[in-house]
Nanobody
Framework: VQLQASGGGLVQAGGSLRLSCAAS????????MGWFRQAPGKEREWVAG???????HYADSVKGRFTISRDNAKNSVFLQMNSLKPEDTAVYYC?????????WGQGTQVTVSS
């Protein structure tokens, strides 16, 4: 599985961005998908996840502001980010997982100015 993330950019606090992750491979739809982020000087942290069946989970820091979704017909997963805060600034990575396999995208930069 290969992952290609896009949609990052510069936005003011309170604004919105929508990240996309396109997955290649015939079995991509059977993978659980997720978004992680890594801010400068910090460890990579989990942000949101969605199962192949569509169950979603969120980190407390983004709950109520971010929405993860997937379009299995397009082998894609999305992260709608609303009410962005400066502390959301990070490189965002797409992740696909199905034991024992795990794959990462290349990351897309999100910068939120105050």
């Amino acid at each position: 599985v290969q992952l290609q993330a896009s949609g990052g950019g510069l936005v003011q606090a309170g604004g919105s961005l929508r990240l996309s992750c396109a997955a290649s491979g015939r079995t991509a739809n059977s993978y659980a998908m997720g978004w992680f982020r890594q801010a400068p000087g910090k460890e990579r942290e989990w942000v949101a996840g969605i199962s192949g069946a569509g169950s979603t989970h969120y980190a407390d820091s983004v709950k109520g502001r971010f929405t993860i979704s997937r379009d299995n017909a397009k082998n894609s997963v999305f992260l709608q980010m609303n009410s962005l805060k400066p502390e959301d600034t990070a490189v965002y990575y797409c992740n696909a997982k199905r034991f024992p396999y795990e794959y990462w995208g290349q990351g897309t930069q999100v910068t939120v100015s105050s």
